[in-house]
């Protein structure tokens, strides 16, 4: 239950029997003020809940402790700070310029690092940057463009079309927030084939005419 000065935002936070005032105004760990205690019984309450008493106000006359465990308290605190910090940086734009004659390797270390930015909640603005003869290939510009919008289709929307200004093509790319990727459609189940046995009877072959029988000669008149 001894414990040493601990480091909280830049500031040492007494814990325990650290705290060096004899008297302490004590809230204990449901939050509840019970009023100005001895340092001693302050500490030995705390010690009998398995918890410390730490001085949360130390400016205060007598210091404001409270009962709690100190531990879970910092691990808290420092999961919410970083929360904080995550959020502070989202939203934050970010830019990649490419030229259009990048290589197929580069472009991909280019799609990956634009994918993480796009993963940290950041928009990313794409730039193939044209010089010299290059700017009678812009073909090739929005060939990429459209190649990187394919890539990260599952973590990045584009918003609008390219858009051409002086010597640069760019797209900007949006984080999809928790948008569902569709999945792929699945081909049309092929239809069973009917068994010989279940098929309709071929129809019987119709039997063939019989030729007409030829007509008998006339007789001659007193044959």
Do not use: W
Request: aromatic content about 2%; overall charge positive; charged content about 25%.
């Amino acid at each position: 239950m001894h414990r040493r000065l601990v480091l909280y935002n830049d500031k040492r936070v007494r814990v325990n029997r650290n705290i060096t005032s004899p008297q302490v105004r004590l809230i204990d760990m449901h939050g509840t003020m019970l009023g100005i205690k001895p340092l001693i019984e302050a500490v030995t309450m705390a010690k009998g809940s398995g918890l410390d008493l730490v001085e949360i106000s130390p400016g205060a006359n007598p210091p404001v402790c409270k009962v709690m465990d100190f531990s879970k308290f910092l691990y808290e605190k420092e999961k919410q700070d970083r929360e904080n910090r995550k959020k502070q940086k989202a939203g934050v734009l970010k830019e990649i310029r490419l030229n259009p004659r990048i290589a197929s390797h580069d472009l991909q270390t280019k799609i990956k690092h634009i994918e993480e930015f796009l993963k940290e909640h950041n928009k990313v603005r794409v730039t193939v940057v044209f010089r010299g003869r290059e700017n009678q290939h812009r073909n090739l510009g929005e060939e990429i463009l459209m190649a990187i919008k394919d890539n990260l289709s599952s973590v990045g929307i584009v918003e609008g079309r390219p858009s051409m200004m002086g010597n640069r093509m760019s797209i900007m790319l949006a984080p999809v927030h928790g948008k569902p990727v569709a999945a792929p459609a699945k081909p049309a189940a092929a239809k069973p084939a009917v068994p010989a046995a279940q098929k309709a009877p071929a129809p019987a072959p119709k039997p063939a005419e019989q030729p007409a029988p030829a007509p008998k000669p006339e007789q001659a008149p007193g044959a």
